[in-house]
């Protein structure tokens, strides 16, 4: 022990060992005091004591299967040996960092590796996360073009600050937050929408994820091809938000690499960039929008960010970067998401309240829609009656409750719940989710039991919020 540590007498783990139990309790008195309302209102409110690879544990040591994997940040599951080597490493290395002016090593080198896996790019911004790095985007593109407007899609998810809040198609979201950026939304895969808007001359470019967070559609085919040319023709740039996308998820390391010939003005990236335990936030872009934005040594850091391009940020990064090339981890999510999608589109034709499933790569979504049969019908119409997306969240809870399984609905007013669990998932997790969702189904279809004694519950909420 340092002479420092003797001094300060701080000890992290006595502290958690003294207070960890009031984690609820001090959330709610001093944290957003309506998420362990929440929690508790539909029986999340776990207390989880360690986590590795794809699973939680409780304290009596039953495991939880994550299909969440932090909204997508822990790309590699939690705790990855490498990346935490990595993290002990550099702080080991006791570096200079961030003395703002000086050029250390590591954000050149993970820039360098970044930019290999997007050889049309030329440059990288690093911030802090992902709506920071579509931040940078929307300043890029209007300073490169000299045009103030960026369209977005209907039902987009590009972040919360207020920039990236005003390319969010989510009216739940902006609700209360006006004035906004002058942006304009199209609906996603609108060709005619999109050349409209563009004839009017204003438009700095088109931000669009290549499959949408928010229930997860997919840009049609061809889309993202034909709305690059249009944008070019107008001098408009394309701006691929690949946050949740990107580094493997779909099963290509970006998801715009799905479609032949399309290649971003600038990509925005971040979530499982970080390995789970520093944010970071990364926007590629070509050399001359870089130029006109840096254009002079006056202008040396009119974008910057205190704590972007950091050291311990940096040597996450470059340890998932070579995690992924090492385990073939873009191969994995491909190979198993097919697995998983194949196995739970058999399902559709079994069970009338399952509508859809869609997707690619580790990035799956699960729609329900209304049943035929007349039992089910009623017991349908009153949960939507009451608030859209009650069904979804009917699913989640017992997929936890009984099965030990984490998932999410996937957003606001949504009968879909969205899978995005770490990309190193196998046949094991693929198994053990499709038992698990096949009972929840069965138990669904049978008309009654806890699950739609669950609903009431649900039903009552809903009205009472009202």
Request: hydrophobic share 45%.
């Amino acid at each position: 022990m340092t002479a420092a540590e003797q001094r300060s007498g701080f000890d992290l783990g006595k502290l958690l060992t003294e207070r960890g139990s009031e984690r609820y309790e001090l959330h709610a008195r001093y944290l957003n005091h309506q998420l362990p309302r929440m929690l508790r209102t539909i029986g999340f409110d776990k207390v989880y004591e360690r986590a590795e690879g794809a699973y939680f544990w409780d304290a009596e040591g039953r495991d939880y299967l994550d299909m969440l994997a932090g909204f997508g940040v822990m790309g590699l599951g939690r705790h990855h040996p490498v990346v935490r080597k990595a993290l002990h490493d550099v702080l080991d290395a006791e570096l200079a960092d961030l003395t703002r002016f000086d050029c250390q090593p590591l954000p050149g080198l993970l820039a360098e590796r970044l930019l290999s896996h997007a050889p049309h790019l030329d440059r990288v911004f690093f911030g802090n996360s992902g709506t920071e790095a579509v931040e940078t985007a929307l300043k890029f593109a209007r300073y490169a073009t000299g045009k103030p407007r960026v369209l977005y899609c209907a039902h987009a998810f590009h972040g919360l600050t207020t920039g990236s809040l005003s390319v969010n198609g989510e009216d739940s979201f902006r609700k209360g937050f006006a004035p906004l950026l002058p942006d304009t939304a199209i609906p996603l895969g609108d060709l005619a929408a999109l050349e409209r808007e563009l004839r009017r001359g204003d438009v700095a470019g088109l931000v669009v994820e290549p499959i949408q967070g928010k229930g997860v559609h997919e840009t049609p085919p061809g889309f993202l091809r034909a709305a690059q040319d249009l944008l070019r023709g107008h001098k408009a740039l394309l701006i691929a938000d690949e946050v949740q996308t990107g580094l493997g998820r779909t099963g290509d390391f970006f998801a715009y690499q799905h479609e032949p010939g399309v290649e971003p003005d600038l990509v925005c990236v971040a979530k499982a960039l970080s390995g789970g335990y520093v944010p970071v936030g990364a926007t590629l872009g070509k050399d001359w929008i870089f130029k006109r934005v840096y254009s002079s040594m006056d202008r040396v850091l009119v974008h910057s960010a205190s704590f972007g391009a950091n050291a311990q940020a940096m040597a996450a990064g470059l340890a998932v970067l070579a995690v992924m090339e090492d385990e073939k981890v873009v191969e994995n999510a491909r190979r198993t998401g097919d697995l998983l999608r194949t196995r739970l589109a058999a399902l559709v034709d079994r069970y009338e309240l399952l509508h859809e499933v869609r997707g690619r790569g580790l990035m799956i979504g699960i729609e329900f829609g209304k049943p035929v049969s007349l039992g089910l019908r009623s017991r349908w119409t009153m949960l939507q009656a009451a608030r859209k997306g009650l069904f979804a969240q009917m699913v989640v809870v017992p997929l936890l409750q009984r099965h030990r399984i984490l998932t999410q609905v996937s957003g606001d007013h949504l009968e879909v719940i969205k899978l995005i669990p770490p990309l190193i998932i196998g046949e094991r997790e693929v198994d053990r989710f499709v038992e698990a969702f096949t009972a929840v189904m069965e138990d669904a279809h049978g008309g009654g039991g806890l699950m739609w004694d669950f609903g009431r519950t649900l039903v009552k909420q809903a009205m009472a919020g009202r």
